[in-house]
């Protein structure tokens, strides 16, 4: 691939029930119509030549349930040779772009057949889609609302007449309003009635949505090769661009790297003390080291360093102000080290997206 992404389950709240099993993606960028292909459970690898989709594929996956704020613009994002057909849509008309289908996993059925009845859903399978001109996904649930109204009326312990007044209820909002009408509700009757009420807008499908399909839902992450994190960094540029929020993924990365060893770029900046922040930068690169090779099984002589550097001569802006850090690797076994964006590519990209992945 041209570019390496990575999309993974964020464990935010509940633990991740929902798989994502196959998606279709239109009318973006490069992308007029994938058609429907299958997300396989373990390892999916999308193989292609060079500008064949398949950064677009991924892109436009991330967006179904980013982590990070991420919509689609159909100004920049619609193919440019359909333009004039994307003009002659009415304005309020939303334009798909992915269609996600996700499963319950057999645990979440569980839940929602408990609560709701064993035929609440017809199918443990539902869609998201998202698209252009509208932020709000749209969830489409296979659920049976009357099979939902017959599990809460047969567990109900009411009289005649009031089994009777419910019993041509076939809605929830029908069953609400004849619980409403009851002259004297039972207690379980009630309690029925303010569940249901506490459902947003009382309704069954934005309840299935709001507890069971949005929450487990898997978060994604697009990391390509274009995040790495830098080799060196001005520290008093990257501490202005850090407080004014323009920091780009990899610089982000970097501060979390840091954050790994509970240190600042502050930190760093006092170079009169010597001894201090020589110390700080051994004890950094040794953390650092330990989190990423822990992952990293391909060579185990590898280690960090961080080196506080002055600006170079005649240096281009940023790095023409100091102090500079750098990130280093040493090998053991070679008793040298190289700058760490002079590393491959591979293993680049691999540190940069653990230290972005440990932010998030």
């Not at 499908?205 to 839902?217: E, G, Q, R, T, W």
């Not at 099984?297 to 360093?305: C, I």
């Not at 500079?324 to 053991?332: A, G, K, W, Y």
């Amino acid at each position: 691939m041209a570019r390496r992404a990575t999309s993974q389950n964020l464990e935010e709240g509940p633990a991740s029930n929902v798989q994502l099993i196959r998606a279709r993606i239109t009318d973006y960028r490069s992308v007029e119509d994938s058609e429907i292909f299958d997300v396989e459970k373990d390892v999916t690898c999308l193989v292609g030549k060079n500008e064949s989709g398949k950064t677009t594929l991924l892109q436009g996956l991330f967006r179904v349930n980013p982590v990070e704020s991420a919509g689609f613009d159909e100004v920049v994002d619609f193919p440019a040779r359909k333009t004039r057909e994307r003009k002659q849509l009415p304005a309020d008309k939303r334009i798909p772009v992915v269609r996600a289908i996700f499963r319950f996993d057999d645990d979440e059925m569980k839940a929602i057949q408990e609560e709701l009845g064993p035929k609440a859903l017809r199918s443990p399978e539902f869609e998201v889609v998202n698209g252009y001109r509208n932020s709000i996904r749209n969830f489409t649930l296979p659920y049976n609302e009357a099979a939902v109204v017959d599990h809460f009326r047969s567990a109900l312990d009411l009289p005649a007449a009031a089994a009777k007044a419910l019993s041509g209820a076939r809605t929830i909002a029908d069953l609400l309003d004849a619980l409403d009408e009851l002259d004297e509700p039972p207690s379980d009757a009630n309690a029925l009635a303010d569940r249901i009420r506490g459902w947003r807008n009382s309704s069954l499908v934005l309840h299935l949505i709001d507890k069971y399909a949005h929450p487990f839902m898997p978060k994604f992450v697009y990391f390509a090769d274009y995040d790495t994190m830098p080799g060196k960094v001005a520290l008093p540029d990257l501490i202005r661009r850090r407080e004014s929020g323009e920091l780009k993924r990899g610089e982000r990365a970097l501060l979390s790297l840091l954050d790994m060893a509970g240190v600042s770029p502050e930190e760093f900046k006092d170079s009169d003390q010597h001894e201090r922040l020589l110390r700080e930068l051994e004890n950094s690169g040794n953390v650092i080291s330990d989190e990423v090779f822990e992952y990293w099984s391909q060579n185990t002589e590898l280690e960090v360093q961080l080196k506080v550097l002055p600006p170079e001569a005649g240096a281009e802006p940023p790095l023409h102000e100091g102090p500079i850090l750098q990130v280093r690797v040493f090998n053991r076994r070679h008793r040298a080290s190289v700058p760490f964006d002079e590393r491959s590519r591979g293993f680049v990209w691999f540190f940069s997206f653990l230290a972005y992945f440990n932010e998030l």
